[in-house]
C-alpha cells in the first residue's frame, strides 16, 4: 500500500456467502459482483522482519478475540495472513522495499521466522485453544493464508537449487524458486501440528504486476496443483488489477488507499465500493496506529469514514473483507485507555460477529445429501433423519451450546447447526 511517508503493503481476505439450507428461512441470496471465498474476515499480520512485534500470544490475543466495552467477549478474524515485505527497510522480499534483495539465506531466515515456538503460527494455535476453554469452540476453523516471497526479475545473486545456481532474467528460475518456497512452507505448517488452524492458500506479495509482469499466472498453476487458493491485493489503480483473474488468482481485494493521506476525499471509498464491484474483487479496510483517538492528529474519523462506506455500499453483506492495521494497530487500539477505540471496534467486530451468523464464512453444501432436516420452531429446534452422525449446535457468536441432541429448547435468536458435515442456519422464534 502506498501513502505519503512510506509505501505500506496490505493484504487481501475472503468470504463465501454460504447457500443455507433451511426450509424455515426459505431466503434467496442475489448474486453478488463482490467478490466472495471461504472466509469472511481476514486480518493481516506482518510478520518476520526485526522491526515487527513478536507476535506471541498475548500480542494477537486483541485480533483472535475481541472484548466489547460492555465486557462481553467473541472471536474476533476468522482468518489470518501472515506475510513480511522487508526486513527494516533493508533486506527486500518484494520490489524495492530495502536496500538490497533477498537472497535463499533471507528467505530461509524468514521461514524460521514464521514457523518460530511460541511465536507467529504456533501462538496463534495456543491463544484460540487457550479462549475455546473461555467462550467455547468455535463454530469455524481459523484459516490460514502465508505470503510468497518474491523471486525478484533481474536478480542474479539469489543462490543455488540442487547445486544450480539460479538467476532471475529466467522465467524458470524465478517459478523454480517460487515454487520451492511454497513446498517450504507446505512442509512446515504440516510439521507444526496446527490442530487450530487451516491452511487455505498462498499470497502474492507485488501489488502491482510493474514489475512482475505475469508471473503470478505460472505460480498460480503450482498453487492450484497443490488444491489451494491464491490471493492478491493491488493497490488503487495498480498496473493489472482488473486483470486479477487472468493472473491465476482465485480472490483478489481492492486497497481504496484513503485512509493514511488527509488530501484524499471520502468519495474515494464509494468509488472503490463500485469499482471492487464492477471487477467483482473484495475489498480491503485501511487503517494503522494513527487511528488511535487520543492522538493529536488522530485518523480516526477516516475510519468511520471506511465503515460507513462499506455499510452504504452492502459490502459488509456481500464482500470478502482483508482488514490492514498497519505493523500493529489493533494491538495498540487494545492497550490504549480511551473508550473511543474500543468503541470503534466493537462496530466492526458487530459486523463480523453478523456476517457470521448470516453464515458468511461457514462452509456448507449448496444441496442437501440426505435426509436430514433442520428447522426451528417456538422456543426450540429440533433435528430429523436416519443417517445421522453427530449434530453440532452453536450460538450466532460461534458459542457451542449443544451436542447429538436431536430437540432442545433454546431462547429466541440465529443458531448455527453442523449435522455431520452439512451446516444449516435456522432461527428459533
Not at 441432541?405 to 428459533?428: A, F, M, N, S
Request: proline residues 2%; contains cysteine.
Amino acid at each position: 500500500m502506498k501513502y505519503t511517508v512510506i509505501t505500506t503493503i496490505k493484504r487481501r481476505i475472503y468470504i463465501v456467502l454460504i447457500a443455507i439450507i433451511s426450509g424455515l428461512l426459505g431466503a434467496n441470496t442475489a448474486t453478488a459482483a463482490y467478490k466472495t471465498d471461504i472466509v469472511s474476515d481476514m486480518a493481516l499480520i506482518y510478520q518476520g522482519g526485526t522491526h515487527r512485534p513478536d507476535w506471541t500470544e498475548d500480542e494477537l490475543r486483541p485480533y483472535v478475540v475481541h472484548t466489547f466495552a460492555d465486557g462481553r467477549m467473541d472471536w474476533f478474524f476468522d482468518s489470518f495472513l501472515f506475510f513480511e515485505f522487508t526486513d527494516s527497510w533493508q533486506i527486500a522480499f518484494g520490489y524495492s522495499y530495502g536496500t538490497r534483495n533477498a537472497r535463499k539465506s533471507d528467505w530461509e531466515w524468514l521461514l524460521d521466522r514464521v514457523f518460530e515456538k511460541g511465536k507467529s503460527l504456533d501462538a496463534l494455535n495456543s491463544c484460540i485453544e487457550r479462549y475455546k476453554t473461555i467462550i467455547g469452540e468455535p463454530q469455524f476453523k481459523h484459516k490460514i493464508v502465508l505470503g510468497v516471497v518474491s523471486p525478484i526479475t533481474g536478480q542474479t545473486d539469489w543462490g543455488s537449487l540442487d547445486g544450480e545456481a539460479l538467476n532471475f532474467t529466467d522465467r524458470n528460475d524465478q517459478i523454480k524458486a517460487a515454487r520451492w518456497y511454497i513446498d517450504q512452507l507446505m512442509k512446515r505448517f504440516n510439521e507444526g501440528a496446527y490442530h487450530n488452524l487451516e491452511l487455505i492458500g498462498f499470497y502474492w506479495l507485488e501489488e502491482s504486476t510493474a514489475k512482475c509482469g505475469d508471473l503470478p499466472k505460472d505460480v498460480s498453476e503450482y498453487i492450484h496443483q497443490l488444491d489451494k487458493r491464491f490471493y492478491w491485493i493491488p493497490y488503487w489503480n495498480a498496473q493489472g488489477y482488473n486483470l486479477w483473474k487472468k493472473l491465476g488468482f482465485d480472490t483478489a481485494f481492492l486497497q481504496p488507499n484513503h485512509f493514511f493521506d488527509k488530501e484524499i476525499t471520502d468519495d474515494r471509498l464509494p468509488h472503490a465500493c463500485n469499482v471492487a464491484n464492477k471487477f467483482g474483487m473484495g475489498l480491503e479496510m485501511e487503517f494503522d496506529s494513527n487511528v488511535l483517538y487520543e492522538k493529536e492528529d488522530s485518523y480516526y474519523s477516516r475510519l468511520e469514514s471506511y465503515i460507513d462506506a462499506f455499510e452504504d455500499n452492502g459490502v459488509f453483506e456481500q464482500s470478502a473483507i482483508a482488514y490492514y492495521s498497519g505493523t500493529k494497530g489493533i494491538l495498540d487500539m487494545y492497550h490504549s485507555k480511551s473508550i473511543e477505540n474500543t468503541l470503534i471496534l466493537d462496530r466492526i467486530a458487530n459486523h463480523i460477529s453478523d456476517r457470521r451468523s448470516r453464515g458468511v464464512g461457514i462452509r456448507t453444501t449448496a444441496h442437501s445429501k440426505s435426509d436430514i432436516i433442520v428447522a426451528g420452531g417456538i422456543g426450540e429446534l429440533y433435528v430429523s433423519g436416519t443417517t445421522i452422525g453427530s449434530i453440532k449446535v452453536y450460538t450466532a457468536n460461534g458459542i457451542l451450546i449443544s451436542e447429538n441432541t436431536r430437540r432442545l429448547q433454546c431462547p429466541p435468536g440465529v443458531y448455527i447447526v453442523v449435522v455431520d458435515k452439512e451446516t444449516k442456519k435456522v432461527i428459533v422464534r
